[in-house]
């Protein structure tokens, strides 16, 4: 139902654009559709092809002050040529030679990094040296300063995430220099954030505040294993333990709230059992995965794909997704959930669609 | 600090691109700035300008199912054409010709509605009729069905706030069709909502449950103003009351929490007395300004723009400002600064900056 | 199930004794009853007794510094000569003869006033004088100084109820002495808290802090009065407004958060429709009921009493209760029952008990 | 100032007591005190003295349906022969003998125990059998049903701590018998909850919702033991870590929220190297220790007490107390300090009384 076309509309068209004016009724099928109708659509990087890139750019490109990190971006084929693996999130691989330093800085934006594979890096948060190893989860909250330094002979890659297009897109971000080089070389096999807060249930008096984000700087391998082989083991044993059958699952938590480690992104690791399958998902918000282990598929938007190590896909707004596992398969996921849920926004259809 | 260009380099570029991955490197001054640098810019819309541009579009453009609502947005220049008046907020005049409907819908966006002159409509929310009155602002928070009619003879304008932007470009709206009339078009003083719930302090026990927005549907101008006038009469007095000398406001609140009045959009109503100033400020996130009476100005980015009733202006993220008035000034505002502040990226800047 | 008595086990006992210990097992059938088993009893006073007896203190006992008020605590008969109402609260009838002042003082104990009858007399709050009329629902929030004087040639009586019993057995209280006379004579129509937050849904930016207990004074009775008669008038009319059919009522809050207007007490107000009842009911935690008018009555731990304009009675845990309506019956409630929802002990029984 | 005796003001007094009325103006000195006045006084119990005679009711007193648990309370001398440590806390010394049980039950008092010395027991809570050995703090929160039996050849002792005073004074208590014998005689080493939760900062997707009380069965000490080894070993690193120089501690938490274990109850447990001591400090509301392990002292309402392993005392509210270790002093507290935070009745003051 749109006015009939006619020279008085045409002149009306025209002052509103000269005033910076648009009309809703031309624009409200788009700007208003019936469910999320996203324009980043879902992807799969395979990293036999992510990790190559990245150690020919460690040839090719210095890590240092000005560029910062030697970190490539996934960018969403759907959103135009920007640097965005969803609207909200940035995801990328980054990669540090061997006794190389990325520099100190701070920003707005909310970081993680996850290791899918490798060892030697350590990043210095606040001061803080924290050890990057093979299935950490690390955190890096929003106007902390950290850099990263490789102690070892070999190249380390890992992956960020970070809520660079959601603090772009709202003009949110505040950045800052730090030091050149990082601040402490010490290469501890704990972070003192971890020595402080990393015994279960228990809270330093030194730490009665409630933090924004997570004061444990390094999510550990060896516990997210234990957590999620626990779960398994209880569903064995016939106990109420994982978040459906076959699916065992953890979510990142702050220990001063019990809730999100960041105040933008969540992030999980799933494990599944070899065969079992999660049912079709749409969320609103979006996801990424890693693959971390073992080898099974995603069914994305309706199309099927294969997935192994080291493997990332995105999840936009209300696409539908599921999973299932050829072997035992572990998944790293974040996602803007936070986002989501603290404005309202958050809706989810389990199952078919229907009619 | 860039890599030199070569063979090689261009080379990886190539691949990257292939890939669909954008480095960081070449891209992080754009997208981590110093401090917020929005694409937004300040701008003032005129309502000398605006109320006859509803008019010729009374006059041309039917209202009803499809177009759904005679609204013009206002488009920000620095947007690129987009109808947003800020990355996250809507803001539009809307006219109702005289026994006009604008069919019922309701959608995930959430909506309000700010009244500078005139009335004769009523807006039904969720089947309980809303009179809309000078002075009143009036909420259709999110997933309630709603439509208007005019009672009267006359033409009605009025303005509406919406977080569309956000929805549209973190793809979490859903939108459904309503009845193609109103639901009721009873035209009682005040809705149920109000009878129920604007009683000061006072809380029904059918209504114990807290809600993600404000029961009430209308704030009636009568209330507005005498909670402005008593701050400055108590001011006058010699008692804490204002928000700084000269300067009366007030938030409109969620009275199940006391916060805002929905999870996205706050709203406030700004009295200056004669000759008041208020100190530049930044803030982050956008905010929009729309004179309801009196005679001053804004100085906005640095540049200053006289001000008279029903002129808008929207401040983007960071960008400095401070009203100053001639006469008795005052100013209806809303803003995004929930979702800045749920997600934990509000910052604030008052006074001179910083050499 | 007790051990045989035998000279060992008088001994053991009476070494028990000798160390300050008591065992368990002779003690658990009466400190962990199957429910909750009070002492303290149902009790009705009748306001055509409180009120001669208030004038006779008026008359024979001064009020000053050291006694500090001339009010009279109802001692619940089960509770041993305490002043007790319940063991969390007091409740007493005050009375200020003409032209007297009661001295100003804080104390950590929350307290409030209601006013079944007569005016005259202003309380003083932390400097800010607060009218007292019939009707109005009045708070002394622990640690606030506050005095009372009476402008008036009549004396006036009312009803204060605070947490002393609860305060006094856990040991949590303070109290400072503050002037002896009250610090502002004046007589304002209006507190100045009133007048900052008295407007419904709105929020002065002077205080978007939260408070512990409500900014507000006074609830006046035209606006509560004004909330029961619309739910009644939207139950006529076919909506949901009323607590239960012929029952309206709502709940004092605190605006800053919709909660309770003090950490420790709950106060409503309820009316009912002539000819109405409510369903029996049980819950944890004591309540005191004082008529405001109307006539009707109450059936309380099985027994029926008539109640009249003034009368006052107690409801102790889990006592059962329902109110009937002969005429129009208008009932100002107050209980502890924040206390049980915040230490999550609060639990209800609606209906005949299960046998 | 009271009134002057008369037979006018006898006669008065005669008819308060015949209405069950009292006045305040003679209660007033001793209902609102200056600063709390607790009738609970400072007690130290010793563990050379409890066991033994904890040993003696193994011998004269059966455990079993009726009697419960073969539980000694101890009975605060300033409380009038009331089996309660505090006014609102309950302290015991429970014993089993080789292959007893303890029957099943649940009830509204949120209870713990803690383990001075010992092992062989599991007690099962909801059906999860739950290991108890040195240095565990274990968590049986209201109305979840448990029992206890032993597992060995050798007696086992420990304490409970429970709010049976408050729940007892404020009528708020429900409880219900459950199995005669344990319903799960499994002998694990660890509990469901804990293989599910206690994963330092991971939180199963199959438990999302925050719960009342902490789902976790036990904090066992070697978690205890290490964060309190990190936080002075981070102090010799020079970091801040320990709640004060020389004094390392920490609460047990809720992990689904950060708070206290339970709604009434707080737990904590404080190391002092040899040598340091705490400042004196007074706070509201009642806390017990116990010594694990060391040796040192605590000075309490102004006397000394040397202190050994398992030795027990109480401080009521608002008396002073201070720490001393002689040599490294372990000590586990518990207290009410969630009620007075919750009814915001908290109040504290550290070092010397000002005059």
Same mark, same amino acid.
């Given at each position: 139902m749109q006015p009939e076309d006619s020279p008085a509309l045409r002149a009306l068209y025209a002052s509103f654009e000269a005033e910076h004016l648009i009309p809703l009724w031309t624009?409200?099928?788009?700007?208003?559709?019936? &469910?999320p109708r996203p324009k980043a659509v879902p992807h799969v990087w395979k990293w036999s092809h992510l990790l190559p890139l990245a150690e020919r750019s460690g040839a090719l490109v210095p890590v240092g002050r000005g560029g910062e990190r030697r970190a490539i971006g996934l960018a969403n084929p759907g959103l135009g040529g920007r640097p965005y693996v969803s609207p909200t999130l940035w995801a990328a691989i980054q990669y540090l030679g061997p006794r190389e330093t990325a520099p100190e800085h701070r920003h707005s934006q909310n970081a993680f990094r996850f290791v899918v594979e490798g060892e030697g890096v350590w990043t210095v948060v606040n001061g803080d040296p924290?050890?990057?190893?093979? =299935?950490?989860?690390?955190?890096?909250?929003g106007w902390n300063f950290h850099g990263h330094h490789n102690t070892s002979d070999k190249p380390m890659a890992w992956i960020d995430g970070l809520d660079i297009p959601f603090s772009y897109q709202n003009d949110v971000g505040f950045f800052e220099f730090g030091s050149d080089r990082v601040t402490d070389y010490a290469?501890?096999?704990?972070?003192?954030?971890?020595?402080?807060?990393?015994?279960? @249930?228990?809270?330093?008096?030194s730490g009665l /505040? +409630? !933090?924004?984000?997570? #004061?444990? @700087?390094?999510? *550990? $391998? /060896?516990h997210t294993d234990r957590a999620l082989a626990s779960q398994l083991a209880l569903e064995d044993e016939g106990?109420?333990? !994982?978040?459906a %059958? =076959? &699916?065992?699952?953890? *979510?990142?938590? +702050? %220990? !001063? !709230? =019990? =809730?999100d480690v960041m105040p933008t992104i969540r992030a999980e690791f799933h494990r599944l059992r070899p065969g079992s399958a999660t049912p079709q998902r749409r969320e609103v918000g979006s996801s990424v995965f890693q693959v971390f282990e073992g080898r099974g598929g995603v069914v994305l938007g309706g199309t099927e794909h294969r997935l192994e190590k080291g493997?990332?896909?995105?999840?936009?707004? $209300?696409?539908? $997704?599921?999973?299932?596992a050829?072997?035992?398969?572990?998944?790293?996921?974040?996602?803007?959930? #936070?986002?989501? /849920? *603290?404005? &309202?926004?958050?809706?989810? &259809?389990?199952?078919?669609?229907? #009619?």
């Open positions: 624009q409200i099928d788009d700007l208003m559709p019936v &469910h924290v050890r990057m190893s093979r =299935g950490d989860f690390l955190l890096t909250p290469t501890p096999a704990l972070s003192r954030g971890e020595r402080l807060w990393c015994h279960p @249930g228990l809270r330093p008096l /505040e +409630n !933090t924004v984000s997570s #004061p444990i @700087g390094a999510y *550990r $391998w /060896e106990f109420p333990a !994982t978040a %059958p =076959g &699916h065992a699952a953890i *979510r990142y938590v +702050n %220990p !001063t !709230t =019990g =809730g493997d990332m896909f995105v999840v936009p707004s $209300w696409v539908p $997704w599921s999973l299932w050829e072997q035992a398969f572990d998944l790293f996921r974040f996602s803007d959930a #936070p986002i989501m /849920e *603290r404005l &309202h926004f958050a809706r989810s &259809h389990i199952g078919a669609d229907t #009619p």
